[in-house]
């Protein structure tokens, strides 16, 4: 049962920092916009340089990434020990290495610097999006063993 | 009781008077004892900055006060009295209650509306606590001075705007980057406001600099003063690939830098953020070279755009200033004329002993 806990916790505690990813993204791109049309308007003064953005983005995607590979690992281990099985190709279990797959990409993308600044926040952004669906849609559009919501 | 100040500030003297006012942090202690002692206040603070040097004190009859406090000053600063006394002002409530909430709003300030003297103000007010010179009346009237002079940044955004091309250049920068001290600078050509942008920049802490000029010499003694290296101008590109900031302010009737040049440059430094402040004109740089991926360029005429922005932003905010002000003077006025009246009460009704 410990590990249904864990693996419930630590999914939801990535999917909180992949939301502080996605929002520093979003303001990532507004500062950018204001910097590259040189509008000095209200917004302009009250958010973040864009190397704190870009911080907060890299350590909230760190984070969440490091948590969600926490969670999937207690999820196969515990359905395994639970149910019997390590995977039942279940579309929420699908999305999730999916999501895993996408943040390792990016995390990787941005680790060695090959892409920076408003490209990864764009991708922060279409992550998250993938997040929202794994964590709401997948419950409500498709059969799944994990409906809860 | 009356609450009075004296004092002089960047308007009424020249520095020369000025630093002959000046407290040290070292003579305060002096100071505050011949206060209590010598010109027998109950309540006084000093406030001593490059700009300013006043005194406030709560006394028990204005005149008399100031012009002890005068000669205080007058004795301090060595200066012929006569000399002194035109140059020093003297305030009364209810205007020295203003004089003070403007100082502190940094409406007061040569720099309308900078910080630095807030930060001052309470500065002032922590020494003149801890060497116990402050009591009741002084307490509460810096603690409401300090809530205007926040209350007045925080709702008008006075402190925001800024004043001239370097300034906004710096703004700009530390958008980009947020804190600039692990940043590197380069500045090609040695023009004024080149220097300027320069200097503020190594101000703010940034970590390296780097000089490029046609003429070496020149470019070697601007780079010695700010503690960098200088390069001719044909390590342009090379250079670029280290430095995070570059202030182009070269007469070239050409561009510099082209966008094809540029982006070579990115590539090869992986994309770090370039911010590229072209103050020449002609322009230095090729101005598309804006479009390009985490390239941050700004012309002249993008700075001081910014800059007259600003300017009537900030008119606008002195106005709003003006109200707040005006709010918080006269809290405090209706909090001291309480205080006051309940003071005579509690002497006429025997309470406690008249002073």
Redesign the interface.
């Known amino acids: 049962m410990l590990m249904v806990i864990v693996h419930t916790v630590c999914s939801l505690l990535s999917y909180a920092a992949f939301l502080v990813g996605f929002v520093s993204g979003v303001l990532f791109l507004i ?1 950018e916009r204001q ?2 049309r ?1 509008h ?1 308007g ?1 917004l ?2 009250r ?6 953005l870009d911080r907060w983005n890299l350590l909230a995607i760190g984070i969440g990434f490091a948590l969600l590979t926490i969670g999937l690992v207690c999820g196969v281990w515990g359905s395994h020990r639970l149910l019997g099985v390590w995977w039942r190709w279940d579309p929420k279990e699908l999305l999730a290495v999916a999501l895993w797959g996408s943040y390792l990409v990016l995390w990787v993308v941005r680790a060695r ?7 990864v926040a764009l991708l922060s952004i279409l992550g998250f999006t993938l997040v929202l669906f794994t964590f709401l849609g997948v419950s409500r559009w498709l059969p799944t063993w994990h409906a809860y919501l | 009781m009356h609450i009075v100040v004296v004092g002089a500030n960047y308007r009424s003297c020249p520095i020369e008077v000025r630093e002959r006012l000046a407290f040290q942090a070292d003579q305060l202690a002096a100071a505050y004892a011949a206060l209590r002692e010598h010109v027998g206040l109950a309540e006084s603070l000093i406030l001593s900055t490059c700009n300013r040097v006043e005194i406030y004190a709560n006394a028990t009859s204005p005149d008399g006060a100031a012009a002890r406090l005068a000669s205080f000053l007058g004795a301090h600063s060595r200066l012929d009295p006569q000399v002194l006394r035109p140059q020093l002002y003297t305030h009364a409530e209810p205007s020295s209650i203003e004089h003070l909430f403007r100082v502190a709003g940094g409406l007061d300030s040569m720099v309308l509306g900078e910080t630095e003297i807030l930060h001052q103000v309470k500065r002032a007010y922590e020494q003149a606590q801890r060497h116990g010179a402050t009591g009741k009346v002084l307490n509460v009237l810096f603690q409401k001075a300090l809530n205007a002079g926040k209350a007045i940044r925080a709702q008008t ?1 006075i402190s ?1 705007g800024c004043r001239s091309v370097g300034t906004v250049a710096i ?2 920068a ?5 804190d600039l001290r692990p940043y590197a600078v380069l500045l090609a050509g040695t023009g004024k406001i080149g220097e300027l942008v320069l200097k503020r920049l190594s101000a703010r802490g940034v970590s390296r600099v780097r000089v490029l000029n046609r003429s070496l010499d020149r470019a070697q003694a601007l780079a010695a003063f700010y503690g960098g290296q200088a390069y001719g101008l044909e390590a342009l590109e090379g250079q670029l690939l280290d430095a995070d900031i570059a202030v182009m302010s070269t007469a070239s009737p050409t561009a510099l830098l082209s966008r094809a040049q540029v982006a070579a440059v990115m590539q090869a430094r ?4 370039l911010c590229l402040i072209d103050l020449g004109v002609p322009r230095n740089i090729e101005p598309s070279v ?1 479009e390009l ?2 390239v ?1 360029r ?1 012309d002249i005429d ?1 700075l001081q ?2 800059v007259d ?2 300017y009537e932003r900030r008119r606008q905010a002195l106005q709003a200033s003006q109200a707040i002000l005006e709010r918080k003077v006269n809290g405090f006025l209706s909090w001291w004329q309480e205080e006051t009246q309940g003071c005579a009460q509690r002497v006429s009704s025997g309470l406690v002993a008249a002073p």
């Open positions: 500062q910097l590259k040189k000095m209200v302009f003064r958010l973040p340089a864009l190397g704190t610097a090959t892409l920076r600044g408003r490209k | 955004g925001r703004e700009l530390q958008k980009i980057f947020g992986r994309q770090r953020p804006g991926d985490n941050y700004f993008d755009g910014l922005h600003n």
